[in-house]
């Protein structure tokens, strides 16, 4: 694997991390719509 | 049975990766190695957040308002008393993990850390590493888990599962319904997979032992065959009757083996040395445990980042690889008492235990090492199995204390196997108290199966990459129910 290879791989990896904690903190701010409880 | 779909995907994924590991060991070790390689290299840092996040997250719920509400209806009662409670508490975290590395642990970090200080030092920083990775990070994430479980089911009586926080608080329809059978999935995968690890590392003690009893020269697979061949027998005859309370007999007679064994450890071993160790390693991790939580190694050398990788973060991914399984056990058993109570009997009392357990192997290690002229550090270079009992074959008795560890070895697999295999048919029959005994005991043969992977693989460090390679999906669902956990109880005491 290349070093450019790896540090994409590194940066994609790292990217699924923070868009993952923004749906965690979308889903902790979001309000009850009609069809949650 | 064949028309639960979650049943037949975490079936068809578990017997898959089983298969594999059967045909070619050694590809699926060495696929193992390279992702989780990768992913503890790009994700190590988040890994070691989310252990952070879930110990502050127990200590702030168990000091705040929060702390007041009950597992369970305002008016229930704890089942057990509290001394019982926390016996079984211990009995859930003595699993056979605590006589494998009791001191082979602390002495493998001192062997590592002997060319970057001296041996007073390392010895110092391999203690404290060690409690480090069996003590409160462990525990909160245990705690964490188990306690959303337990809010779930008693307080607002969802099915057992790890998906139910999810779909509790966000409706059963669209997006929570795929990602809460994805969650159920993956506990189902981290727990077999996890579960598989400990009946390898089981087989390791258990020859490790005969071997040191009967003195074989070279044991090879065969004798691993046939301990393996008698713990499948074990644990899957009790999987065709209810033996509820039988096996809590058994899971309570290896931890007071164990128990025993400490204690005898302390008085027939350098009783003073022991207790200072115990004493010093104690103030030392207390004082530094919740820095330390938030070190990745990134400035050291490639010795230290392999060294974080494959202890540090395998440990804690390990723990999570657990914690839908444990967190189970301890729901089931904390019905009644607040989530002050549970917070801190769950964290604090199997902590200071660890301590305790890891102060007195570890410190006769090191007696041996710094004081004697054992050649315990060969032994863990060349044979980590047998450390605990090239430890007990320098102290009084020892025919009989080793046995007495193989025994307790033993008995702590099967109980653990029966039980994983009642908590994975609960999971994939969606909740089910009383899951079918054909489901039980296809559960028993797929765990076996994947034993008999890692026992294939003939190393710690592989069991340790497949089960962290089973686990590491996990990490995400566990702050999804957590995220789920805190809308619940602000919701609850805002109304």
Redesign the interface.
Known sequence: MTPQLANL??TL??VS?FV?VGI?VW??LKKDSQ??? | MFKNPILLLSLTLTGGVAVWGIADTAGLAAFSSTVVGTMFKSRGWFIMLTACMLLFLCIWLAFSKYGRIKLGKDDDEPEFSTVSWLTMLFAAGMGVGLLYFGSAEPLFHYKTFLPYMDPPQAAKEALFATNFHWGLHAWAIYAAVGLIIAYFSFRKETPNLISAPIRHVFGNRGWPRWVGGLSDLMAITAIAIGVGGSIAIGVFQVQAGVVSLFEFEKPGMTLSMIIFGLLFVAYLAPLTVDLGKGMALLSNTAMTIAGCLMLFVILTGPTSYIMSAIMGGAGDYFSRVLTQGFQTLTFHDEVAENWFQSWTLTYMVWWLAWSPFVGVFIARISKGRTIKEFLLGVVLVPSVFSIFWFGVFGSIGFFGALKTNVAILEVVETHIDSTTFFVLEHLPFSVLTIGATVIAAFLFVVTSVVSAAFVLSMFSSGGDLNPSTKTKLVWGVILGALGLVMIFSNSIDAVKSIIALGAMPFVYIVLLIAVCFIRELRKEVCK
Do not use: A, H, S
């Open positions: 791989i590194d990896l790292n991390v993952f965690l889903l902790f069809g949650e409880k």
